[in-house]
């Protein structure tokens, strides 16, 4: 009796490009801001100051966040073309030697020799440069840099986390502004960590410890400066 037949693997390997930049832009937005906030009502300051203050951090925040993506990932896209064009041409003046190093790929990957140059040479004919891009650089259509998207990513949730403990400060008594954003933030970066490592289909628990741990201590660091220059100044 034949057993049941599997249905086809869920993976999330496909939401690495947007999910690395939403996550880093969200947990940045949270605790830079988050912090600046602590920072600036540890020295005592009024409510408009902190929330001006805060306000300040998220603008400027979001443009950073998405300057530095565009340029980083846009650099890996100028290495991912650069390393491109040299296999294509390559390819044009040595397709038999490009052909035997695809083969020698898939030997040490347990293929046998005669087999391998069989796969090499039918994947070479339906995509020669494809076949090279995925096997011999490790470049795909899933991980392959977008910039425009990780840039505009990173802004919009940086700004989303960025938002959170400025309402927690809006809405909290300025005299208790250090407590209430504090437990505040950290709650959403838990529930951050927990969210982002279910969609990436990752332990919940040590990704929600990990960015909280984090948040601890860059708050904790700001509300000392806060209140060493509140003191001085």
């Keep these: 009796m034949a057993g049941p037949v599997a249905g086809p693997e869920h993976h999330f390997i496909h939401r690495i490009?947007?999910?690395?930049?939403?996550?880093?832009?969200?947990?940045?937005?949270?605790?830079?801001?988050?912090?600046?906030?602590?920072?600036?009502?540890?020295?005592?300051?009024?409510?408009?100051?902190?929330?001006?203050?805060?306000?300040?951090?998220?603008?400027?925040?979001a443009m950073s966040m998405a300057a530095g993506e565009y340029v980083s990932v846009s650099s890996q896209a100028d290495t991912e073309r650069a390393d491109l064009e040299t296999e294509r041409q390559a390819l044009e003046e040595a397709p038999e030697a490009e052909l035997e190093e695809l083969a020698e790929i898939y030997v040490g990957r347990g293929v046998e020799i005669g087999l391998a140059r069989q796969v090499a040479a039918q994947l070479m004919a339906h995509d020669s440069l494809g076949a090279h891009a995925r096997d011999e650089l490790g470049i795909s259509d899933t991980l392959?840099?977008?910039?425009?998207?990780?840039?505009?990513?990173?802004?919009?949730t940086f700004s989303v986390g960025a938002a959170l403990p400025l309402a927690a400060v809006a809405v909290a008594p300025v005299e208790h502004a250090i407590p209430v954003v504090s437990v505040a933030s950290l709650a959403c970066l838990a529930l951050l960590g927990g969210a982002s490592a279910r969609a990436g289909g990752a332990g919940t628990l040590k990704a929600a410890f990990r960015v909280t741990l984090w948040g601890v201590l860059a708050m904790a660091a700001t509300a000392a400066i806060g209140a060493v220059f509140g003191t001085v100044v």
């Design 17 to 61: 490009g947007w999910l690395r930049a939403a996550v880093l832009g969200a947990n940045d937005g949270i605790v830079s801001t988050a912090s600046l906030i602590v920072g600036v009502a540890a020295a005592e300051a009024g409510r408009e100051g902190i929330l001006i203050a805060g306000v300040a951090g998220l603008v400027a925040g």
């Design 144 to 156: 392959s840099a977008r910039p425009i998207q990780a840039a505009l990513t990173s802004a919009a």
